[in-house]
């Protein structure tokens, strides 16, 4: 192709061309991908972030689960209670609400 004004052109139109064919395919690629759990605990948390944040701590699962186990939380797979997410471990107890939201978060990424 001829180094002038319109072979440049040509080669500016193919490569747009081209970078729009990457995008449409790397969309369609990430189309069945599962949504990203969100990094804001708060907006994972929902209503049950304040709820923590007003609770008295030290504080222990079996407490947590008795106030706030109908609490519904964010999952991958849809939504649960507290309760369910808790279920699986001992009784533990938590120093504050970072500790607790730390605890609940990491239960929910297994």
Do not use: C, W
């Not at 690629?29 to 929902?46: H, K, S, T």
């Not at 699962?61 to 471990?89: C, F, K, M, N, R």
């Amino acid at each position: 192709m001829a180094d002038d004004k319109q072979g440049r052109d040509k080669q500016a139109d193919d490569e747009e061309r081209r970078q729009r064919e990457r995008e449409l395919e790397e969309a369609r690629n990430r189309a069945d991908e599962a949504e990203p759990i969100r990094d804001d605990p708060g907006e994972q948390l929902d209503d049950l972030d304040e709820a923590l944040e007003t609770h008295d701590y030290p504080t222990t699962t079996e407490e947590l689960i008795e106030d706030y186990g109908d609490y519904e939380i964010e999952t991958q797979g849809g939504s649960t209670s507290l309760e369910e997410v808790l279920a699986p471990t001992d009784n533990q107890t938590f120093a504050s609400a970072d500790d607790a939201r730390s605890r609940i978060q990491g239960l929910i990424h297994r």
